[in-house]
């Protein structure tokens, strides 16, 4: 089965870090481009942040540059999402993606075709 599976997120307080997970299984996940993603309550789903395949370019949205890291490794087919400095406006569902896009640069508005199953990330004091 072709799947990301989530890992991480919870309940932290203002300033503090979490680390989210996602491992691929039944594809390699170094053939692709990926992706994080959240959803807050009573809000559309938003781009957090992008990595091309073989990690050439990343990028965040501005409400979180600075304080989240993509990465990957590749070696273990894994994605990763490093979030310091956490602040409330930071609490929603997380999803972890999977883009088939081969490009010098990644974009948050691509098609990414598999998913996570999502994880919750709270901050609140």
């Known amino acids: 089965q072709l799947q990301l599976v989530q890992s991480g997120g919870g309940s932290v307080q203002p300033g503090g870090s979490l680390r989210l997970s996602c491992a691929a299984s039944g594809f390699t996940l170094g053939d692709y481009a990926i992706g994080w993603f959240r959803q807050a309550p009573g809000k559309e789903r938003e781009g957090v942040s992008c990595?091309?395949?073989?990690?050439?370019?990343?990028s965040y949205e501005d409400y979180v540059k600075g304080r989240f890291t993509i990465f990957r490794d590749d070696a273990r087919n894994s994605m990763f999402l490093q979030m310091t400095s956490l602040r409330p406006e930071d609490t929603a569902v997380y999803y972890c993606?999977?883009?088939?896009?081969?490009?010098?640069?990644?974009?948050?508005?691509?098609?990414?075709?598999?998913w996570g199953q999502g994880a919750q990330v709270t901050v609140s004091s």
């Open positions: 993606a999977a883009a088939d896009r081969w490009a010098r640069e990644c974009s948050m508005t691509w098609k990414y075709e598999y």
């Open positions: 990595m091309t395949r073989r990690g050439g370019w990343t």
